[in-house]
């Protein structure tokens, strides 16, 4: 059945896209309840409701483009500011109990895997794919997607059954600092600061404050822009040769291949190295981190797209055992591990929220509680996932591949 808005019809579909993007971020930062659900899985919503009832065609090439260009430009303007330095100083303990949840995600993708792996086709592929969104975040998802080549439909049902889970795990995650158990077994300095306070309504202004109007020129503009083509341009160049001459045939090989191969990898690389060593510069361009939020949101749009009802009627079910599997282990080490490293409570809930949903949710979650003084480290913590989030994905994608 053909849709209301043809598939050539590229000024009506970038309009539609770009729209809603604009929609969901409006309605994060107005309303709470938008905020609770966030505004990636409102415009999924929506463009999954917009394509099933085919208003907008499945498949499209200005959906290609997004996939094409606009992730990869994604990239580097949130990594910006990933100074590895700065990264590992200013974020101390958080950075820690950040990486034991990594390393949770890690293990909940293996034991998911395992146990699903003959009942789900080509479960290596979405294995990679959660690796790097539940450790960095949904531009390390459509890298692992376009590295294994994983299909629309697929990527779709998995996307819904991730941000379906993601959503009833970020009220859980709210929802902790307010039961007796958690405040009895952890330490939750933050949480009794902030009720010690005498206006707890802050956070909701906070909300709207931390992605208000910034200082921002004309310059600011053209050289984050442009860097950002350079460097994607430079990385795919690069990326292309190493993968014709790096040979494949055993996991060492196909692994090596996979990483000096990865025009993502290497876009990740490039960028953190300018923005280590080049600090000055690269965090003197404001406005990056604005740009490619907004980017990621067109992106996750799309996602959404391509997502048939019946496909994720009958799929989803298992990926969302799937994801939550992964979920779960991650919350049972942040917590566990935790506890025994006596970290804070705040602390723990942050770095799981960081890798789970990346460090935009991790902050938000910060920020509608008020813990003001944790805000900056998750961020910088979560940036650390972007980097590493696309290595350890290539990694498990590999690996598991063989198993």
Do not use: C
């Not at 998911?112 to 959660?130: E, F, G, R, T, V």
């Not at 404050?209 to 795919?236: E, N, P």
């Not at 994905?393 to 590999?398: A, D, E, L, R, Y």
């Amino acid at each position: 059945m053909n849709s209301l808005i043809s598939a050539d019809n590229a000024w009506a579909l970038w309009s539609i896209l770009i729209g809603i993007a604009a929609l969901s971020i409006y309605l994060e930062q107005t309303y709470s309840w938008a905020s609770k659900i966030t505004g990636a899985i409102i415009g999924l919503v929506i463009a999954m409701l917009l394509a099933n009832f085919n208003v907008i065609p499945t498949v499209a090439p200005t959906y290609d483009v997004v996939w094409g260009y606009v992730v990869p430009l994604a990239i580097p303007l949130l990594l910006f500011n990933a100074n590895i330095k700065k990264i590992w100083r200013e974020s101390g303990r958080i950075m820690v109990i950040f990486m034991i949840s990594s390393v949770g995600t890690l293990l909940g993708v293996f034991l998911a895997h395992s146990l699903l792996k003959n009942s789900i086709p080509d479960l290596y592929k979405m294995s990679a794919m959660m690796t790097g969104s539940y450790i960095g975040g949904g531009v390390n998802f459509a890298a692992m997607a376009e590295s294994f080549g994983a299909g629309e439909e697929w990527i779709s049902a998995l996307t819904v059954a991730d941000n379906l889970l993601m959503a009833l795990y970020f009220f859980v995650l709210l929802a902790i600092p307010s039961v007796n158990f958690f405040l009895k077994k952890f330490k939750h300095p933050h949480i009794d600061a902030v009720n010690a306070a005498v206006d707890t309504s802050e956070g909701e202004t906070l909300a709207k404050q931390y992605w208000g109007r910034k200082k921002i020129s004309l310059r600011d503009i053209a050289f984050g822009v442009a860097l950002s083509f350079i460097i994607v341009w430079v990385s795919t160049e690069i990326a292309a040769v190493l993968k014709a001459v790096i040979p494949t045939g055993n996991f060492a090989y196909d692994l090596l291949n996979g990483l000096l191969g990865n025009k993502y990898l290497l876009i990740t690389t490039f960028t953190m190295l300018l923005a280590t060593y080049a600090p000055n510069f690269m965090s003197g361009i404001h406005g990056a981190q604005e740009i490619g939020t907004f980017l990621i949101y067109i992106f996750l749009v799309v996602i959404g797209v391509p997502a048939s009802i019946p496909v994720i009627l009958s799929q989803a079910p298992l990926l969302l055992v799937f994801t939550a599997i992964i979920v779960a282990v991650n919350m049972i080490i942040s917590l566990v591990v935790g506890k025994i490293f006596k970290f804070d409570l705040e602390e723990i809930l942050l770095a799981s929220n960081a890798n789970i949903g990346g460090p935009t949710t991790a902050a938000a979650m910060a920020i509608a509680k008020g813990w003001n003084k944790l805000i900056g480290p998750i961020i910088l913590a979560g940036v650390w996932g972007y980097i590493i989030g696309n290595y350890l994905g290539i990694f498990m994608g590999n690996l598991l591949q063989y198993m």
